[in-house]
């Protein structure tokens, strides 16, 4: 067992740190923790450098199970993608062709990778 407090005012920002003193951290195939703890700066510590599994939720993986999520025509995620051109269509049939990558760097000095798409002036319908 092992514990440790942390003042900072979000768990995301402790599990790595408290990780690290864990002496028997190596012994376990994979690190358990709750949606709290999910963040693409874990994730990638966890997988990349502890080389272990990670098994923790994402801040809105419960939200987006939920049938009126999968609905909402609002969200990218419930757009029809097309993967060999890479655009989406959005439910009015506009098209958002692929536009560019961007960086962004957090305040920790974490950067994350993004797509930007665009929105194309002709419809599909």
Same mark, same amino acid.
């Given at each position: 067992m092992a514990y440790d407090i942390f003042s900072n005012p979000t768990d995301t920002r402790t599990l790595v740190p408290f990780l690290r003193t864990m002496a028997c951290r190596p012994m +376990? #195939? $994979?690190i358990v923790a709750d949606a709290g703890y999910g963040s693409e700066y874990n994730y990638t510590v966890i997988y990349d450098e502890f080389e272990q599994d990670a098994l923790i939720p994402y801040n809105t993986m %419960? /939200? %987006?199970l939920k049938? /009126?999520?999968r609905n909402d025509p609002k969200y990218v995620d419930n757009w029809e993608y097309h993967e060999q051109d890479d655009y989406y269509i959005d439910p009015q049939g506009v098209r958002f062709d692929f536009k560019r990558y961007s960086k962004r760097q957090d305040k920790y000095g974490f950067v994350r990778n993004f797509k930007v798409y665009e929105a194309n $002036? +002709? /419809? #599909?319908r």
């Open positions: +376990f #195939k $994979a %419960e /939200r %987006e049938r /009126r999520y $002036a +002709f /419809r #599909k």
